[in-house]
């Protein structure tokens, strides 16, 4: 079972194209993408309208491989009965071949797209930079039928993800060879992702996704010799007189992902107490007893208490999680953490990663979050539906959360619970936040869809609820979604 998902930049698929070129017969790799295709386009048409001949598919050419792609699945569409129109973009730069293919076979060259049941997005493909140009612009937003994305959806950044512009929105998007960073960072943009082998030899990924299964099978559970301490024992430092339910919530979450103990130090001592009787619990650090790692932060203030116990805590040589104030805190001391010898993981959402930086995550995610981590010498995990950590000389991994029911207040207080609880099992501080990450999000799309009614939208209790339902199907003792 392979442990990680691969995600190749433009230049790393160029270099193996080229190298499979060298391979095989020319115009091969193209047939077999659009043999994926077209498989794929008959699939939906099947799942949609309940048949393939007689239907009718729309493709949007451009002057790329993409064009070339569409049209050669367009031509195999035709054969099956599909009533197949090609518009051209750029007609003087359309592929030939593919062109020449889909006439013999029936199809028909037009300016408009009349009314399809499906569309093929074969306008731009890996090359591609920018924004829809105004022409394909105009003709995608008058679009009412369902889109096919040949490779990745045109006017999306195929490295970063980022959107500047008009830009396809898909319903499925149809990878040649490999995955590409957009499919992962503009998840949203590409619907359901469906990988096409054309026989590409690839290096190792610079981005990568741990394998849900993976994830349930390194998970943390008791051994035969294990007790509560040798599982790990996990501190929290988290909360305030203002803020208490953030201590509730962190605390609440490592009660969940671990069968460990949990120690809680912190003014809100009673109300953590009064949620989960399990919980050690004392109001002053010094009193914490033995843990094997720290979350810190949230709900914590930003006081010059809060700063001290900060520091505290990192003068240890235990693992530590800082989040929310503790970011805060760390903008304006940032030698704090930085060569901190044992492993430190932030966990920032844009605004606490520009304070942090003095910049803006902006449109490249995949830079900044590598910049802030080998500049400070920590793991650091990027909030946003694609959660990114990096660490430093290794690949940065990405989750991708397949929804935004996690955007809630308190939210990130949970999250940072399940990290400290790996942290304090032994686990390695990237590996923790990004399986940490999956189990976040997979509790919190479990919330949204067994939280009555279904499909409207949750708090962070309601997913913290969920983390033992989410560590269940990832082991394999539960059904997913």
């Known amino acids: 079972m392979s442990t990680q998902r691969g995600y190749f930049t433009v230049d790393e698929v160029r270099a193996a194209e080229a190298e499979l070129f060298t391979r095989v017969p020319d115009g091969v790799p193209m047939r077999r993408a659009a043999h994926g295709l077209a498989t794929v386009v008959a699939g939906e048409l099947r799942e949609r309208t309940g048949g393939v001949a007689g239907r009718a598919v729309t493709l949007l050419v451009g002057s790329g491989d993409n064009g070339g792609d569409a049209l050669w699945a367009g031509a195999r569409l035709r054969r099956r009965g ?49 924004p829809l140009r105004p022409r394909a612009a105009e003709i995608v937003a008058a679009l009412e039928a369902p889109i096919v994305a040949a490779d990745l959806p045109s006017g999306v950044d195929p490295d970063t993800g980022a959107i500047d512009g008009p830009a396809i929105r898909a319903e499925v998007t149809v990878a040649f060879g490999a995955y590409k960073p957009v499919h992962a960072l503009a998840a949203s943009q590409c619907g359901r992702i469906e990988l096409i082998p054309i026989g590409l030899r690839l290096p190792e990924a610079d981005l990568v996704a741990l394998e849900p299964a993976s994830i349930g099978a390194a998970w943390p559970v008791p051994g035969p010799a294990d007790d509560k301490y040798t599982q790990g024992v996990t501190g929290v430092c988290a909360g305030s007189a203002t803020y208490p339910g953030a201590a509730v919530l962190c605390a609440g979450a490592a009660v969940a992902a671990t069968s460990g103990m949990v120690r809680y130090a912190g003014t809100a001592a009673a109300e953590v107490l009064h949620h989960f009787p399990e919980v050690i619990a004392t109001q002053q650090f010094a009193t ?89 010498q920590v793991t650091v995990l990027l909030k946003g539906r694609a959660t990114l950590v990096a660490a430093p000389g290794r690949p940065v991994l990405v989750n991708e959360a397949g929804g935004s029911w996690a955007a809630t207040a308190g939210a990130g207080d949970v999250l940072s619970g399940i990290i400290g609880t790996l942290l304090a099992a032994g686990r ?29 939208p949750i708090s962070a209790s309601v997913l913290a609820a969920h983390v033992r339902p989410a560590i269940g199907v990832l082991r394999g003792l539960a059904h997913p979604l």
């Open 82 to 130: 599909v009533a197949v129109t090609a518009v051209l973009l750029n007609p003087e730069r359309a592929h030939a071949e593919g062109l020449a293919a889909l006439r013999e076979a029936g199809g028909r060259v037009a300016d408009d797209t009349g009314d399809p049941d499906l569309v093929i997005d074969g306008i731009v493909g890996i090359s591609g930079r920018g």
């Open 288 to 376: 914490t007893g033995r843990v094997q790692s720290w979350v810190f932060g949230p709900g914590a203030g930003t006081d010059d208490d809060a700063g001290q116990r900060l520091r505290e805590i990192l003068a240890t040589d235990l693992p530590v999680v800082i989040d929310a104030d503790g970011l805060n805190l760390l903008a304006a001391a940032p030698e704090l953490v930085r060569d901190r010898a044992a492993p430190t993981v932030l966990t920032p959402h844009a605004g606490e990663f520009a304070r942090l930086t003095g910049h803006e995550v902006g449109p490249d995610r995949l830079g900044a979050v590598r910049g802030l981590a080998d500049s400070w």
């Open 428 to 456: 390695d501080p990237a590996w923790s936040a990004a399986a940490a990450a999956r189990v976040h999000a997979l509790a919190a799309n479990l919330a949204a869809h067994d939280h009555a009614p279904a499909g409207t």
